[in-house]
């Protein structure tokens, strides 16, 4: 059985190691590896490639590649490359981008919600063997078609945040990724309206992947480490997001919003409620980290993807993790 517990490739892991990482997942046993694009590290539909041709059953996705840094087609044809050569094994994750990544490229576009959508319009359209023609607001195409479509169309998970791109991925994606810190509360929220979304389009209920920043222990004394190691790292998160849908789904972000006005991820790790941090990120002991990776499939998760967060404590942390794979 693929157990429902992925891995999110660092996206500092040197290019010359992802076909390593890549093995060691597989043999590990995690069901899926999802590999990011933040921009400037690694190049995410490069690094699935890598990671696909090193080896055999492991399905690879991107979380998330931009809607505006590739033109859909190019897309499209990178990602039915992919789907010809390894069938049924990549999935396509595309989201908005980090904004600031993307105003560093001169890619700032005044509708993102329109550019994902023609993204996803385009990309579906292309890799069915569809022709292509559209004038959108951000992405055009004159009788665009693929040479080597895939049999099969390439799965599209979306990475959103807030309610209109939930109801966009309920509308026309198979799946959602949802971002490192949410919350099983937030995971419950979006898997209500991205289930009624979907119901509303007549389509099939789409599948909810949840990104979970991880670091666990095997042992008891070790345990008790693991809250204070991933804390400023949570603190350094929510001090760059400020204010975020993740977090107002266990009504912190009025908090978040005074810690800031009275300086940055100091003050956040200075402060923070223990509740943010139990609901944010799984830690502790095995034990521990059974309990809290079940609240997050109780909440409508359908896989749930290992962020170890702690480069300090990453590799005990994975070895605490695997032990659990059998169990989900």
Known sequence: MTSKIGLLMGSTTPPEKVAEVAREAEAAGFGELWVPEDYFFLGGMAASAIALGATER??????????????????????????????GRFRAGIGHGV????????????????????????????????KHTADGLVHG??????????????????GVLGDKGIAL????????????????????????KL???????????????????????????????????????LAFYLAATGPNPLLASIG???????????????VVHAEMPDQWLRAMS???GTADARVAFQ??????????????LVDAGAEESLAAVRELLPEF
């Open 58 to 87: 492991i399905k690879v996705g991107t979380a998330v590649v931009s809607s505006v840094v590739r033109h859909p087609a190019l897309l499209a044809m990178e990602a039915s490359t992919l789907a010809r050569a390894y069938p």
């Open 252 to 266: 912190g972000n009025d908090a978040l919003a005074e810690m800031l006005t009275r300086g940055g991820p100091e």
């Open 295 to 308: 609240r997050f499939f109780d909440a409508g998760a359908d896989r749930v993807v290992v962020v170890p």
């Open 195 to 233: 289930d009624k979304a979907a119901a509303s389009a007549g389509r099939e209920k789409p599948q909810l992947v949840v990104l979970v920043a991880v670091n666990v222990a095997r042992d008891a004394a070790t345990a008790s480490m693991t809250v204070e190691q991933i804390k400023p790292v």
């Open 141 to 158: 195409f004159t009788e665009v078609a693929l040479t080597h479509p895939p049999a099969e169309p390439v799965p599209v998970y979306l």
């Open 282 to 284: 799984v830690t502790g």
């Open 99 to 130: 904004p600031a990544w993307t105003a560093q490229m001169g890619l700032t576009v005044p509708k993102p919600m329109s550019a994902l959508r023609e993204t996803v319009t385009g990309f579906q359209a292309l890799v069915s063997g569809q």
């Open 169 to 192: 991925a309920g509308e026309m994606a198979d799946g959602m990724v949802v971002s490192v810190l949410a919350t099983p509360e937030y995971v419950a929220a979006t898997r209500e």
